[in-house]
């Protein structure tokens, strides 16, 4: 293992290998993986929502290629990779053990899904890089989400800085998905499950909630695209006054797409 940490700025190229340590099927959405990793890293403790790309084996030969960099320094990437990288949350990460947890929502079919339900321990996949495009401030953090956002959500509200106001909406597909997370006066969360008679309940529920009285906002949001895009221009709408930087709300899948297929912001 590399003795020296590496220090991670917004985004770090870590291309390490990450073991199965257990297999966990915590809900019934989620299946949680603990990763032991081959390099020492830090997590920024104000980073809002850290995600990273895994690489997973090349179905045919079973290798893990980790890609290389370019004379900018910046990934290579051509379309052989873009199919075996997938974006996942940091769910947890213990800087003791270097161990690292992530929640894989199951769905039928897709690189990811697939493998974390046959995952088992000793398997291997890669880690290609650690990023988050925000750290905490004192703005006031609207947070909202499908079932995909809920690991990094509940990350980021379990590492709130004290004092600092959160909302979180966010809406799961079963109701035993849906996690105890710690008291804290600052914060106000209401959960929703999927349900196809209220379609919009989770963009009514962000519309309906009175949060002009806050100088402050951002609005983080991570989803499926055309649930996205509904958010994205209803709260624009409505805080007209706000900078677009007050937006950052990811298309975090796409219905029919695999991931690299569409476009992750429009
Ligand atoms: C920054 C970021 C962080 C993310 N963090 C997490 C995380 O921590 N946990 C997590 O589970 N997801 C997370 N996601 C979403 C995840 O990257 C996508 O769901 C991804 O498409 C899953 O890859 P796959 O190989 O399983 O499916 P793909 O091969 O990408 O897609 C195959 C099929 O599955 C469908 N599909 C993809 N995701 C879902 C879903 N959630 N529910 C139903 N159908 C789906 C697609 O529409 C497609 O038809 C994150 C996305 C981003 C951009």
Redesign the pocket.
Known sequence: MDKQKIKLNKKVIVNSLLTVLKVEKISPS?IRVQFSCDKLFDINPLWI?P?LKLLFPDPLTGKIAFPKLDDNNKIAIDDKLRQLV????V?EFDSVTNQIF????I????????WSQKAKVGDQIGLISIASKLQFTDDCLVLMG???????ICYTLEHLPKKQKAFAFIEVNHSNDMVSLPDNKNVAVRWFVQNSNAPHQLVDAVMSTNLLEHDKLLFWG?M?RSLAQSIRQAVKNKYANLSPDAFQI???????????EFK?RE
Request: proline share 2%.
């Open positions: 989620f929502c995600h997938r974006s996942y949350s769910r992530v929640d894989f929502a769905h039928d079919t897709g690189l990811a899904s697939v499908d079932i995909s956002a809920v690991p990094a991570g499926e990811t298309n975090y899948w796409r219905e029919g797409l695999a991931e690299g992750h």
